[in-house]
């Protein structure tokens, strides 16, 4: 037994020294031209410098070592996630020109998130939700759908891998602050994203949505806080709410606040 | 430990049920938003003018430095408040209605009303001739044809079926003729009481301000004055 396996590991060596020498023929080809000056080395009869053999063949984390099957390695950025939750909304609206009533409403709704990273640091999301305000008789509907683009300037690897994302897009709601009409406006929002990876099962994301302003006619401005714990394909979490509209007669602010949770299936 | 609990739960109950059940200030209603209804009687034995604000959400209670004065012919009329089916009333009292009423309402965080002038039908001053003979009955008042108000005449006792007309025209003198008071029992002899009330009644519809266009300010008007008349039939 043990000499085959010196055997294997001389045969790895020699196998890892061809694709290092397949690597400087295609190289060029891969990143581009070289100059003529590279592409002419001084010394071509003179041969390449041999390097030491590795003590032990690493195989890359992202190709099948042998016939074991590596488990999927999890982005620190993007995602795919569906799921439902509900959340309780109270604060303030506002009647005729501007009196202060109290309301509260139960909201339900779906999210789909899906966020992708074709490069390293820029990405780009898209999220719909949707879902019934109240359940009785007054019960109406709020839908969102929204796209950002994205950019990851932190992300790491290593024991916790993680990463943090920012960006901005353009959203398009109705139904949200229940009361304010007419009930749909468009908007632009910015967004930060922290994800993290502490252990191989648990993944943990926090996220911030912020709208400065919409095409209402009041000055509406919302946040959207979000905390989630996944470990495999499901994710659990909670939601905070606050939106804040300004104007009428008298100028006042109409605070609304909500919470809630989720729970979804999501995929890393 | 179930003692504690349950007393935990009663406190959070009772501050629960005080969160909703706060009553509605005035700071928390627009001025557009509000209906302010005025009403004022004047039946000859003194008058009240009532003022009761309302908003969207129902009545509510002047507060927070919110005010409210009235004055009738430029005399400043003392407001109190008074509970009528659970609503704060504004009520005034005074001698009889004469002369325009001013409303103002001051709010420190709001736009405030100022000078509304609301306009009170005149006096009546009735009298009547007594009935002699087969005359008719002839009464006379003080004049308002330009007014925008309803008149309206009542001719009541214990033996007559009441009368009751809408007058078209405020000229300050009418008569009834004897054969149009109806008596219940003609056969019974001998004097009949009768009063007679002629009332004026007006109503202001307007918003409060603008741009509001709903109706902000609502009064009501009614002056009446009664006399007695023996009628022999």
């Given at each position: 037994m043990?000499?085959?396996?010196?055997?294997?590991?001389?045969?790895?060596?020699?196998?890892?020294?061809?694709?290092?020498?397949?690597?400087?023929?295609?190289?060029?080809?891969?990143l581009g031209a070289a100059s003529p000056d590279e592409a002419a080395p001084s010394q071509p009869a003179e041969p390449l410098p041999e390097l030491p053999p590795p003590s032990e063949p690493v195989a890359a984390p992202s190709a099948p070592a042998g016939n074991h099957s590596a488990p999927r390695e999890r982005s620190t950025v993007e995602m795919a996630r569906l799921d439902a939750g509900v959340m309780y909304v109270r604060g303030l609206k506002m009647l005729g020109f501007g009196t202060l009533a109290r309301y509260q409403v139960l909201v339900g709704f779906i999210d789909l998130d899906v966020v992708r990273f074709p490069h390293e640091r820029f990405g780009f999301e898209i999220h719909l939700n949707g879902g019934p305000i109240g359940f009785d008789e007054n019960a109406q509907v709020e839908i969102g759908l929204s796209g950002a683009g994205l950019v990851a300037p932190f992300r790491w690897k290593g024991r916790a891998p993680g990463s943090f994302v920012l960006g901005v897009g353009g959203t398009f709601e109705y139904g949200r602050?229940?009361?304010?009409?007419?009930?749909?406006?468009?908007?632009?929002?910015?967004?930060?994203?922290?994800?993290?990876?502490?252990?191989?099962?648990?993944?943990?994301?926090?996220a911030y949505r912020f709208v400065p302003i919409t095409t209402n006619e009041l000055a509406?401005?919302?946040?959207?806080?979000?905390?989630?714990?996944?470990?495999?394909?499901?994710q659990l979490g909670a939601r905070?709410?606050?939106?804040?509209?300004?104007?009428?007669?008298?100028a006042r602010l109409y605070r609304s606040i909500g919470g809630g949770v989720f729970a979804g299936l999501v995929v890393f | 430990?179930?003692?504690?609990?349950?007393?935990?739960?009663?406190?959070?109950?009772?501050?629960?049920?005080?969160?909703?059940?706060?009553?509605?200030?005035?700071?928390?209603?627009?001025?557009?938003?509000m209906l302010v209804s005025l009403d004022a009687t004047d039946s000859g034995d003194g008058a009240t003018v009532r003022v009761r604000i309302s908003s969207p959400l129902g009545g509510l209670r002047l507060s927070d430095g919110d005010t409210l004065r009235l004055r009738m012919g430029g005399n400043p009329l003392t407001l109190r408040e008074v509970e009528e089916d659970e609503?704060?009333?504004?009520?005034a009292d005074a001698a009889s209605l004469s002369g325009d009423i001013t409303l103002d309402l001051e709010r420190r965080a709001d736009r405030s009303i100022v000078d509304r002038v609301i306009p009170v039908p005149p006096p009546i001053g009735l009298t009547a001739e007594p009935l002699?003979?087969?005359?008719?009955?002839?009464?006379?008042?003080?004049?308002?044809?330009?007014?925008?108000?309803v008149l309206g005449l009542v001719v009541d006792g214990t033996c007559i079926k009441p009368l009751s007309r809408t007058l078209p025209n405020d000229v300050g003198q009418y008569e009834i003729l004897q054969a149009e008071l109806a008596p219940l029992d003609p056969a019974v002899p001998g004097p009949c009481p009768l009063q007679v009330t002629l009332a004026r009644t007006a109503t202001l519809q307007e918003p409060i301000a603008p741009p509001a266009m709903q109706i902000g300010l609502y009064a009501l008007f009614m002056l009446s004055r009664t006399v007695d008349v023996s009628w022999t039939p």
């Open positions: 043990r000499a085959s396996a010196t055997e294997n590991r001389a045969l790895r060596t020699h196998e890892s020294r061809a694709a290092r020498a397949l690597l400087c023929l295609l190289a060029p080809l891969v602050p229940v009361w304010l009409e007419p009930g749909y406006h468009g908007a632009p929002f910015g967004l930060a994203r922290f994800r993290i990876f502490p252990t191989g099962t648990v993944g943990l994301q926090t509406l401005q919302e946040h959207d806080v979000e905390l989630g714990v996944s470990t495999g394909l499901l905070v709410r606050v939106d804040e509209v300004r104007g009428g007669e008298p | 430990m179930k003692t504690r609990a349950f007393w935990i739960g009663l406190v959070a109950l009772v501050m629960l049920a005080g969160c909703e059940d706060e009553p509605m200030r005035s700071t928390d209603v627009s001025t557009l938003d609503r704060p009333v504004y009520l002699l003979g087969d005359a008719p009955l002839k009464l006379a008042w003080n004049a308002a044809p330009e007014g925008k108000h």
